[in-house]
């Protein structure tokens, strides 16, 4: 076994644990300092954890059906959530009793968002009928809307650090986004036998990971690279559906699956198998370089830390 998985998967083990809901959880994301883990779900709420002993900080609930997504902004105290009630949500961690924004137009159920990587104004959205849309949150409206897909939208994330691409998976492929213009901008990234559950940039924003049940592929955006395959792991065994770069390990991939964690070593290509880290579907996974921790959260309504 390589040193560097070695050393990571002999490392990693769970250092808290926590009841999130009476429900399904589906999401989580640290804010940028690492102190605060937003967690979401099947139970319309979302709550803002203290990281460090994973006590609860507040609880914020306006949405009327499910939260699919949650995310902090890179550079402030603020949030925002994507709902099946087919709105977006932003709010302030530090005075979350209200939502700070209710963005309405979605005509069907937002399935993912995120704000923009280096313009603290913008966040985006997608929902499940292909349409994309980005917000201005002084504005309190839409600036680019968008329909992009002729199925539904999965999930979006813009490149990390340099900002330039948004990515959006739909059904079997992913959408390389312009960030500023929305505009299409490289060939579409295609090789999904399955339905793309989930994708996670690297933190330098390089490489770009998407996970479906049956497979992972990694695709590079470093220079003279223009988002190709570079890696791909077959799932073994118990399904694929969440992923994060590990936050010390930069080639380190952590997978989410049906109740274990894989921990894939891209450059060694290696992987090791925690068992038994949820007893349902890990839904997400998110990771804080600020303090080296991996959140989990699953359908057995837990979150729990990693390290
Ligand atoms: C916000 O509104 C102002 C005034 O209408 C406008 O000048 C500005 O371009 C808008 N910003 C965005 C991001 O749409
Ligand atoms: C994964 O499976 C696909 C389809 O069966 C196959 O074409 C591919 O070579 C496999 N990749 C690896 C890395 O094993
Ligand atoms: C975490 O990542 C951000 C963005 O890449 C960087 O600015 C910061 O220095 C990193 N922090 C640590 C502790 O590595």
């Known amino acids: 076994i390589a040193q560097c998985l070695f050393i990571a998967g002999s490392g990693f083990s769970e250092v808290a644990k926590a009841r999130a809901s009476t ?28 990281t460090d002993a994973l006590n609860p900080k507040s609880t914020l609930e306006e949405h009327s059906m499910l939260i ?15 709902s099946f009630d087919k709105t977006v949500r932003v709010w302030d961690a530090d005075n979350p009793d209200y939502s700070l924004r209710t963005f309405t137009g979605h005509s069907a159920s ?37 329909r992009v897909f002729s199925g539904g939208a999965t999930q979006l ?32 990234l295609k090789g999904h036998i399955k339905n793309i559950e989930s994708i996670c940039w690297d933190a330098a924003g390089d490489y770009l990971a998407s996970v479906s049940e049956d497979s992972v592929k990694v695709w590079s955006f470093t220079s003279g690279n223009d988002g190709e395959c570079v890696n791909e792991l077959n799932c073994s065994g118990n399904k694929f559906n969440s992923c994060v770069f590990h936050p010390n390990y930069p080639s380190l991939l952590v997978i989410g699956c049906y109740e274990s964690l894989e921990l894939w070593d891209i450059r060694e290509k290696n992987t090791v198998t925690i068992s038994n880290a949820h007893d349902g579907l890990i839904a997400a996974l998110a990771a804080s370089n600020a ?5 989990s959260v699953s359908h057995d309504k837990l979150v729990k830390l990693w390290k």
Request: hydrophobic share 35%.
């Open 157 to 188: 994330r813009y490149q990390p650090h340099q900002g330039k691409y948004l990515a959006a998976a739909s059904e079997k492929m992913i959408s390389i986004m312009d960030a500023e213009t929305l505009q299409v901008c490289r060939n579409a």
């Open 68 to 82: 699919t997504d949650v995310r902090f902004s890179p550079s402030m105290t603020r949030l925002a959530t994507s």
């Open 110 to 146: 937002v399935k993912s968002l995120d704000f923009h990587s280096n313009k603290e104004d913008i966040v985006c959205s997608c929902d499940s009928d292909g349409e994309v849309r980005c917000w201005s949150i002084n504005n309190g409206s839409c600036v680019t809307c968008v």
């Open 291 to 295: 303090s080296g921790l991996v959140a």
């Open 23 to 50: 429900s399904k959880v589906s999401c989580c994301h640290f804010s940028s300092d690492g102190k605060l883990l937003a967690t979401g779900g099947h139970d319309k709420k979302a709550v803002l954890w203290f």
